[in-house]
């Protein structure tokens, strides 16, 4: 699974890439996959998109946006 550090640099990161470079599935999958393997990583990937002015139009994006949502707690 894809893993992000919170630490690491955004600016090259697979995710910001893959949406500059319209790839926006491959960019969903990791961070589906960064977002399951960790609450920091969604927290991150939030952050960054909020942070970022080149990734603006993908903040409201309803896939985006499902993509990085809090998982359903079972109770």
């Known amino acids: 699974p894809y893993l992000l550090s919170p630490i690491a640099t955004w600016w090259f990161q697979a995710i910001a890439a893959n949406l500059l470079m319209g790839e926006k599935p491959t960019a969903l999958t990791l961070m589906r ?41 079972s109770r």
Request: hydrophobic fraction near 40%; charged fraction near 25%; glycine fraction near 8%.
């Open 33 to 73: 996959e960064c977002a399951a393997g960790s609450p920091l990583g969604r927290s991150t990937i939030r952050s960054r998109l909020a942070g970022d002015p080149r990734l603006a139009q993908f903040r409201d994006d309803p896939e985006v946006l499902a993509a990085l949502a809090e998982p359903a707690s």
